[in-house]
T-cell receptor, first 114, second 111 residues
Framework: EAQVTQNPRYLITVTGKKLTVTCSQN?????MSWYRQDPGLGLRQIYY???????DKGDVPEGYKVSRKEKRNFPLILESPSPNQTSLYFC?????????????FGPGTRLTVT | EDQVTQSPEALRLQEGESSSLNCSYT??????LFWYRQDPGKGPEFLFT???AGEEKEKERLKATLTKKESFLHITAPKPEDSATYLC????????????FGAGTQVVVTP
């Protein structure tokens, strides 16, 4: 089944404790992205990747790191999480075919930083 | 600054009562506009991509249209299972990867 998977789905952690949220897709998509969603602020893009070893900042990259060493994986790293990073996080993957594009989202990771 | 604005913020419909949602954008040189459906606590579900003014796409009771400044999502004879938040998004650079989302329209359909 074609899908985007994220792990963990739920995470409660403490301020300053490094964490990684994994994202994997099995559709051979070249594009991958991370978003956070907060009440009243909507979906905001953190980072995106256009292919292996090619990443760029989205609208809210501060406090986050990403890497794209393999096409299928795009982990999100919080080196020193803070309470304002408590949010619902979504990974997405997409493919461009000619002049068309489609993007699909994972199920989300709910992160609480205390 | 590029902007994507959705209206209304919320919409309450009776079952069978058709309506339209609006997504307006200020991105120049639009390459495409995406519509998603999102249920509470779940990832957005891809519905449509529209690429040029005048284009229309349909899926069950949903029909999306695109003009040079805005897109409409028409919900025809909605059912309670159409209740969700509907999001639109546009790419803001030459790369498909960088998308800006609107705040969404929360639709509630009552029996």
């Amino acid at each position: 089944e074609a899908q985007v998977t994220q792990n963990p789905r739920y995470l409660i952690t403490v301020t300053g404790k490094k964490l990684t949220v994994t994202c994997s897709q099995n559709m051979n998509h070249e594009y991958m992205s991370w978003y956070r969603q907060d009440p009243g602020l909507g979906l905001r893009q953190i980072y995106y990747s256009m292919n292996v070893e090619v990443t760029d900042k989205g609208d809210v990259p501060e406090g986050y790191k990403v890497s794209r060493k393999e096409k299928r994986n795009f982990p999100l790293i919080l080196e020193s999480p803070s309470p304002n990073q408590t949010s619902l996080y979504f990974c997405a993957s997409g493919r461009a075919v000619g002049s068309s594009y489609e993007q699909y989202f994972g199920p989300g990771t709910r992160l609480t930083v205390t | 600054e590029d902007q994507v604005t959705q209206s209304p913020e919320a919409l309450r419909l009776q079952e069978g009562e058709s309506s339209s949602l609006n997504c307006s954008y200020t991105v120049s040189g639009l390459r495409g506009l995406f519509w998603y459906r999102q249920d509470p606590g779940k990832g957005p579900e891809f519905l449509f991509t529209l690429y040029s003014a005048g284009e229309e796409k349909e899926k069950e009771r949903l029909k999306a249209t695109l003009t040079k400044k805005e897109s409409f999502l028409h919900i025809t004879a909605p059912k309670p299972e159409d209740s969700a938040t509907y999001l639109c998004a546009v790419p803001t650079t030459d790369s498909w990867g960088k998308l800006q989302f609107g705040a969404g329209t929360q639709v509630v359909v009552t029996p």
